[in-house]
DNA sequence: GCAGGTCATCGAAGCGCTTCGACGCGAAGG
DNA sequence: CCTTCGCGTCGAAGCGCTTCGATGACCTGC
């Protein structure tokens, strides 16, 4: 059983071979009674064109790359919807994606391009001073990067607008009255990494608590159990006024709900929680939390977007922010 | 800046384009001179395959689609070093991967197979019953399943030996001399689905409690911790014997500690606790769980492992099932 | 010293598709 | 009635690579 070409569609049809390309790209006007007899044979004889031979002839390979930070401190979940939402959106723009970790660096990202495997690069977790950026610019093909780094000059960024997540804890918390309150972060590496989102979120929600005149603190929190109950006990010595907690940092969640439990500390009696982290996460936390959520299924959906857009030779804006959306639940009052 | 092709290479080389893809391929002799000067240029100007052209004229795209299941109830850190260890292992093999969900089904997968877009397949979490098994066998291109189908005949499959690793996780309770155990396994709708590894853990547990003498218990679990809780306390209400527990659950893992806690009963010292999860979960639990790990690395390694040998035409086993390892940690005595 | 055999290299024929220019034909315009 | 135009279709030229058969150059052995 051999593998269908468009000759033999052409063949079948009884018409050239032209004309069987022209029916499928829709490229030129094309009588309804020949695209009828074209498509007719295209059923019938299951034909799929190669992939090779319309990469190789149209120079457009319709893949896409998908760079994803397959290490050590990231947000599974948000990632995994992330990557669905990518792979999702570009199928609709009949596109498919190519999966790389980015410690293939900045080498692999030149080796698929170079290589027309890819028309276009999406990479995820770009850090503050990255060394693929120098590269990225220079590269033919498009890219879009989730994530800011230093000087997004001449990039395309899109990412959730986290100073304003951070904000909106602050602000929320404010309106409930609290005075005292403190954000509890991703763990220490994130930040040593530079990633930026991070860094951001703790801005926002200081500057927020400022201008509302609260007493706010903010520090990073790694992801045990101990750990957890470590920084929670150390800060609730530390500021016994306290009375709102923000939690950025989706791992730790659920065990700073178990350590203010455990210190006698009823959520949200005695303190507001309000977490930065996608809604599954916040719903089945007891209480369930108030939160800020990730919205890892927009950012993909609209980074793909822009990269189609940029694909089609249109001009996309430089930075892309997304506004954060928050869910009260049972866990702020 | 044009890109630079194998005839510029040829070119600047002084040699014939056949000569250079020689070169490149190895699958002729070439002088050591020749072959030098060609290696020369090709680094001099930059040179990279087209993707597309080699895939066209060689038949062989050099790129594997890797399936997977990007839906709820999955267990996501596995899912994600799964993926790592497919990606990494592929680029040994100067392969790429080519990313897709399940939710494309059987069509997605005939549509990249029909059109050449890849040499082979990568699925992950193949159902009892699954649609897209008769296509995989109908299918030119090869693949390789993770997990099993009803009827792995004529198939790949690779898989942890699921039932062991129930047996591993009595037998070492056995040892301990606990006389009555029970295993919380999966969200009911992982039975529900028929994906077979939740069932023959359970069915391994169960022998080997039988084979022991010991009275066993096996039930699904949800993940919220108020479920876990509700099902833990159950449990032992109807239990009082019961010092063993298993968790095949690796959501559920750090609520049944914190219920254990909340319920007044020591791990290990009242109730021993084993668990069926990745070794980073088991870690950084409190007390650090004693865990049969799943081996998701050592999965996604040997399953491209075979299916690299399998295009090469090599004939492989048709089953391969991964020997779980049990790592003692504080959490049983 | 020449047939026969290696070894290294070359040239050309595709691989299956897109795209460009050309062409025939009927309708519209003068 | 003849030109002009545009629509629908065709043929052919690549796209960049692999691979097969052919060709010398050189060595071996009798």
Redesign the pocket.
Known sequence: M??V???D??KHA?????????V??G?????A???QRVLDSVRVLG????A???A?????AKVIALVLPLRAGMNLPVLMQFATSVVTTARQYDHDVLLMTADEGADGLHRVAASALVDGLLLMDVEIHDPRVPLLRKLAEPSVLIGFPADPEGLTCVDLDFARAGALCADHLADLGHREIALLGAPRVVYERGTGFAERTMAGFVDAARRHGMEADARPCEESFDEVHAAVKLLLDERPGLSGLVVHNEAAAGHVLGALRILGRRVPEDVSVVAICPDDIAERASPALTSVLIPAEDVGRQAVRLLMAKLEGQTVPESTLLEPRLTIRESSR
Chains 1, 2 share one sequence.
């Open positions: 051999r593998t070409t468009i000759a569609v052409a009884g018409v050239a071979v032209s004309t069987v390309s022209y499928l790209s490229k030129r006007a094309i009588s009674t020949t695209r034909y799929h064109p190669n090779g031979a319309r190789l002839a149209s120079k457009r």
